[in-house]
């Protein structure tokens, strides 16, 4: 949710400064009713991460984001090169991190209450298959 929308923008002229260039920008914002936000996946992860909103190990949002990068490769075609797209980014460690992550969301006590219906993903994960 939100009470500011955003009414202009004024860039400034970039600056050099001990071997950086940098640029401030002035947002101007007007307050309005309430209103929801859209938010992309990365604000849902960093939200979720700051405000412990499911009870999972700290240690899956590193992976959650990297997979999040590779996401946006097949979503968005980010890729540097004609050779760098999903194709050549996506192998088995990053199978093996999703089943990974995709057991552990699903099993927190906000979603499931009973963790045996998700095994066969743990199974999986754990064979290497």
């Not at 604000?43 to 240690?59: A, F, G, Q, V, Y």
Request: glycine share 2%; charged share 25%; aromatic share 8%.
């Amino acid at each position: 949710m939100t009470e500011w929308e955003l009414v202009s923008c004024i860039p400034a002229n970039p600056k050099q400064i001990v071997d950086e260039t940098i640029k401030i920008e002035t947002s101007i914002f007007k307050k309005i009713p309430e209103v929801e936000m859209r938010m992309d996946l990365d604000s849902m992860i960093k939200r979720i991460e700051k405000k412990n909103l499911l009870t999972i190990n700290h240690d899956v949002f590193p992976a959650l984001k990297k997979l999040r990068e590779l996401r946006n490769r097949v979503h968005l075609q980010s890729g540097n090169e004609a050779t760098d797209h999903d194709y050549n980014n996506f192998g088995f460690e990053e199978i093996q991190m999703m089943r990974r992550i995709l057991y552990a969301i699903l099993t927190c006590p906000e979603f499931c209450s009973n963790a045996n219906v998700f095994e066969f993903i743990n199974t999986i994960y754990a064979q290497g298959l």
